[in-house]
């Protein structure tokens, strides 16, 4: 073979088998993600977006009176379930005028959900709206609701195919009021399996799949568009792009690597560097906007405060792409899709090495942790919290002493451990910097006060520069998370694929590994950042 593709059934039996033909030929993993980075690409829906699309039709359906709703999860082992079952309760909890009970389906089958209905009648007792994981069991649930007599119970599905008994024909039937599309993504298996193949540039590591709300009223609209012939892009594609700024080595890097893919592209560029302003950024959008550009790239300074000036850009049919950050906006539509890196993912990294690396004495009741934050507000900073967040809470032996925001400045990060040192004897196990600047900015102030980093104290840091690689060789930093700046080239081609007819995927992932000692020799020398 020259490539596989596998959709797992058992996520935790299939791993090893995957990395171990990863090393040998290319492996595009569908549907169920494996556990660590071994595979080519993976192509998959989000399935708490779905959960959450169908959390926000409910509420839409139901108004604000007294409602009672339930949910149909899938088997209690079910990943897939668990996370739609997540995003649908993030959103129907907050209204404090819905009631929510959960039943489970273990087979997820039309006839399962319809007999387990039917012998348990009473769930359906004053339920007003039916969510249930996938059309099947969206089926079932319409059958015995017929079969009882039950009248106005609106009930929505996921899935969206287009076959006999299907999400959409439901839909078109009136059977069910609406379906969430979760795509298979077989045509972009097929899309990316060439240009593996081909050794194009801009396959990133993680495709994952817009979701849509398929309703009576857009169901035609949908169904014509799937097999929607491409269109040729016009000759020159013009782009409006806002960088934050210039705050760092990786802000430097990620800023070349765009302009030098739009030139490799053919692409015209209108470049405006905000400087940490989101009011300049803002500016900056508004004048593409009358510049009339093909499509807007934002790497937002912080993640709100965006709703207007995108429904400006929307109102005037220009796609915005979010590249690197991610925003909050009430609209999800307003924006096309984002690049860039899984931020929550480096946050585990991160605590998953203090985890696995360093240990509590005898002496102490645990391990001591400073953490230097990043800009406040800004989407990395808030994700890799998260992330780091999540592993820790597993970790009792673990706890952050301290926390101050380094505004992810090599400035910022001294200046933490500075103020540190005035007021206080250094007790800190481990350092945790949220980018390399602020890591070795500590690193030179902890020098400073005689107390020697890597060694004394545990550094560890997000982005993978080169001086940062170059500190981890010198046993400066002990470890960094890579976070690739190399952005251009998946943008290039997502902004020539959007101009081209195609719907751009929710969210582009790049690749990107854990570099200690041990690797980052094999590397360092090629690294162009």
């Not at 959008?285 to 912080?302: E, G, L, N, R, Y």
């Not at 997000?462 to 080239?489: F, H, Q, S, W, Y």
């Amino acid at each position: 073979m020259d490539l596989l593709i596998v959709s797992p059934c058992d996520v935790k039996k299939i791993t090893p088998v995957v990395s171990k033909v990863y090393q040998s030929i290319p492996v595009i993993v569908m549907d169920r993600v494996v556990e660590g980075y071994d595979y080519s690409l993976f192509i998959g829906p989000d399935n708490q977006s779905i959960g959450k699309q169908a959390g926000e039709s409910v509420v839409k359906m139901l108004g604000n009176a007294a409602n009672n709703v339930l949910e149909i999860c899938g088997g209690e082992n079910s990943q897939m379930s668990t996370e739609r079952s997540e995003g649908f309760q993030n959103i129907v909890l907050q209204q404090k005028n819905l009631n929510v009970r959960k039943i489970s389906i273990a087979d997820e089958s039309r006839d399962s959900t319809e007999d387990y209905l039917i012998a348990h009648k009473e769930e359906l007792d004053g339920i007003h709206a039916i969510f249930a994981h996938n059309d099947y069991m969206a089926l079932g649930a319409c059958r015995a609701v017929e079969r009882l007599g039950l009248k106005n119970i609106r009930i929505i599905g996921v899935d969206g195919f287009t076959g006999e008994n299907d999400g959409i024909s439901l839909v078109k039937k009136g059977m069910i009021d609406e379906t969430i599309t979760c795509p298979t993504g077989g045509r972009e298996a097929i899309q990316y399996s060439m240009d593996i193949l081909q050794n194009a540039v801009g396959v990133p590591k993680q495709i994952i799949l817009h979701s849509h709300s398929i309703t009576s009223g857009n169901v035609d609209e949908f169904v014509a568009g799937l097999n929607k012939e491409p269109i040729e892009p016009p000759d020159v594609i013009r782009i409006g792009y806002a960088q934050v700024g210039t705050e760092s080595a990786w802000r430097l890097a990620n800023t070349e690597s765009i302009q030098s893919a739009a030139r490799d592209f053919g692409i015209e560029l209108y470049y405006e560097d905000a400087n940490q302003s989101q009011e300049k950024q803002v500016e900056a959008v508004q004048s593409f906007i009358d510049k009339k550009v093909d499509a807007i790239v934002i790497s937002p300074v912080i993640d709100s405060g965006w709703d207007e000036i995108l429904q400006e850009a929307k109102k005037a049919g220009i796609p915005v792409i979010l590249s690197d950050r991610e925003i909050t906006v009430k609209d999800d539509s307003l924006y096309s899709t984002f690049i860039g890196a899984d931020f929550v993912e480096e946050g585990r990294r991160a605590m998953r090495w203090i985890k696995e690396n360093v240990s509590r004495s005898k002496t102490e009741d645990y391990v001591k942790i400073m953490e230097l934050q990043g800009t406040v507000g800004a989407s990395p900073s808030i994700e890799r919290e998260q992330g780091f967040e999540e592993i820790l809470k597993e970790c009792p032996d673990y706890k952050i002493v301290y926390s101050q925001s380094g505004n992810f400045t090599y400035e910022g990060g001294k200046q933490i451990v500075e103020d540190y040192l005035k007021n206080n004897q250094w007790n800190i196990d481990v350092l945790f910097a949220q980018n390399d600047d602020m890591a070795l900015g500590a690193a030179s102030a902890l020098e400073e006060y005689g107390i020697s980093p890597g060694k004394d104290v545990k550094i560890i840091s997000i982005d993978g520069t080169k001086n940062a690689l170059t500190a981890v060789m010198n046993g400066r930093l002990n470890c960094v998370v890579e976070c690739n700046p190399l952005l251009g080239p998946q943008l290039m081609k997502a902004i020539t694929d959007l101009k081209s007819g195609k719907e751009l995927p929710l969210r582009i992932i790049t690749d990107e590994k854990v570099f200690t000692k041990e690797n980052t020799a094999a590397i360092i020398n090629s690294r162009k950042y």
